[in-house]
């Protein structure tokens, strides 16, 4: 699979921190119609329903591109277990690969990928918190929600 920044190569804090996962802030509509033609299956939205553009508006965009559409919305202050789990989740799930998430910025996009880089990819702490910067994590709030959650797993 092409490297997201090569598929779109003008948005926003784009990220390839797996093969088959492709970070970013707010796309737009010519994105998402190059991504669903390089193959991708789902992009995931973590904005909140205030957010412009607003996510009930924004998934008729995406299923227009032809790729399905999640919204996990993730407030800017906090994340708590049942988001981290849904997340988690939908990344792991084979046949919704390629996925792109993103919010406004790829910062709420790096705190919820902490978690799934340890548990489920057996990244280290160390490597796992990297990534997540270099995908956009700026929040050290999110990014030590994102830690609390790892250890009580």
Not at 19 to 24: I, K
Not at 88 to 93: F, H, K, N, P, V
Request: charged letters at 30%; glycine letters at 8%; hydrophobic letters at 35%.
């Amino acid at each position: 699979m092409s490297d997201v920044s090569e598929i779109t190569p003008s948005l926003d804090n784009a990220g390839q921190p797996l093969e088959y996962l492709a970070t970013a802030g707010q796309p737009e509509e010519e994105h998402l119609k190059r991504l669903a033609g390089a193959g991708y299956k789902t992009v995931v939205d973590l904005r909140t329903p205030g957010e412009t553009p607003r996510p009930d508006e924004w998934g008729k965009v995406v299923r227009r591109a032809g790729m399905e559409y999640v919204n996990i919305p993730v407030a800017h202050k906090n994340i708590d277990d049942e988001t981290f789990d849904r997340f988690r989740g939908l990344i792991r799930d084979g046949g919704r690969r390629p996925v792109l998430a993103h919010c406004s910025s790829a910062n709420r996009v790096g705190a919820l990928l902490i978690p799934y880089l340890i548990l489920d990819e057996g990244s280290t702490p160390e490597k796992a918190k990297e990534i997540a910067a270099e995908v956009g994590l700026r929040s050290n709030r999110l990014e030590r929600a994102a830690f609390r959650y790892v250890s009580a797993k």
